[in-house]
């Protein structure tokens, strides 16, 4: 009898244990199946919505280009040959600086008209640069107001030569402060 006892056990351990079995399956089923109607439903959201944002930014930039006669040339990069090197004074102390510089201009035509230029346009960067002081050159916002003086004064410079602006845009690629 207690053989028998014993034998009743596991069988009903046996039956729980395929009942637990069956509703892990069901689990992973329903899981399975709601993951895969979670990404449906994502996938459906950005195929029926990207539409509508790619329509504005179209007309966005018709409306920019509009604005600038230039910005349907094709922006091309001049580097500077060299870096800038220069010394400035805080306090008591020179300090090191190295700056490299390439220049945005729009259209071949004013990239080989500045690429001809380059010795005018080192010159200029060279004085508007000597004349930076260290806290303009420690703050971002010195840094823009130097990147748009040299901005000025290159398009000055290449203006009374060429009778036009050639630079787009100045950028500094690289900037070390000792």
Same mark, same amino acid.
């Given at each position: 009898m207690a053989d028998n006892?014993? @034998?009743?056990?596991?069988?009903? *351990?046996? @039956? @729980?244990?395929?009942?637990?079995?069956?509703s892990k399956k069901k689990l992973i089923i329903i899981i399975v199946a &709601?993951? /895969?109607? /979670?990404?449906?439903? =994502?996938?459906?959201?950005?195929?029926l919505f990207s539409g509508d944002d790619s329509e504005t930014a179209t007309e966005q930039i018709a409306e &920019?280009?509009?604005?600038?006669? #230039?910005?349907?040339?094709?922006?091309?990069? !001049?580097?500077? %040959? +060299? %870096?800038? &090197?220069?010394? !400035?004074?805080?306090?008591? +102390? #020179?300090? *090191? =600086?190295?700056?490299k510089v390439?220049?945005? !201009?729009?259209?071949?035509?004013? @990239?080989? *008209?500045? $690429? $001809?230029?380059?010795?005018? *346009?080192?010159?200029? /960067?060279?004085?508007?640069f000597g004349g930076a002081t260290i806290a303009q050159l420690r703050s971002p916002e010195g840094k823009d107001q130097l990147r748009e003086a040299a901005l000025e004064g290159l398009n000055e410079a290449t203006t009374k030569l060429e009778g036009k602006a050639l630079i787009h845009t100045v950028l500094f690629t690289g900037f070390v402060l000792q």
């Open positions: 006892d014993n @034998e009743n056990e596991d069988m009903s *351990l046996d @039956e @729980e244990g395929g009942a637990q079995g069956g &709601v993951v /895969l109607l /979670l990404g449906g439903g =994502v996938a459906a959201y950005f195929l &920019v280009s509009d604005q600038a006669p #230039d910005s349907h040339l094709s922006a091309t990069y !001049v580097a500077m %040959p +060299r %870096p800038f &090197v220069f010394n !400035v004074m805080d306090g008591k +102390r #020179d300090r *090191l =600086v190295q700056i390439q220049l945005m !201009v729009r259209g071949a035509d004013n @990239e080989i *008209l500045a $690429k $001809k230029h380059i010795p005018l *346009l080192e010159g200029t /960067l060279v004085r508007i």
